[in-house]
């Protein structure tokens, strides 16, 4: 059975970073790409980062393009996610998971942009 754990959240300033956790236990890790997901106060939950099983490939939403970086620890079971010049609408829970298997969802992280 597949747990997800996020860890790393906290509160930040606009233009602040966070480096956010996720260990995965289970053997599907380093066998499936692995995602980010955030959601905010009232809106649905959006797919904001991917990473391949390898850890070539990745894709971004448009609105962390640039900011926000996926990467894996296959070693480690853990996927992270640093997030840069952080902005309000970056206020979310963040969640990971694996978006072509999706799993039970964690508790997630809180992230907080606020001045």
């Known amino acids: 059975q597949v747990q997800l754990v996020e860890s790393g959240g906290g509160s930040v300033q606009p233009g602040g970073s966070l480096r956010l956790s996720c260990a995965v236990s289970g053997t599907l890790f380093s066998f499936k790409t692995m995602g980010w997901y955030r959601q905010a106060p009232g809106k649905e939950r959006e797919l904001v980062a991917t990473?391949?099983?390898?850890?070539?490939?990745?894709t971004y939403a448009d609105s962390v393009k640039g900011r926000f970086i996926i990467s894996r620890d296959i070693a480690k079971n853990t996927v992270y996610l640093q997030m840069n010049s952080l902005k309000p609408e970056d206020t979310a829970v963040y969640y990971c998971?694996?978006?072509?298997?999706?799993?039970?969802w964690g508790q997630g992280t809180q992230v907080t942009v606020s001045s």
């Open positions: 998971n694996l978006p072509t298997a999706l799993r039970s």
């Open positions: 990473i391949s099983s390898g850890g070539s490939a990745t």
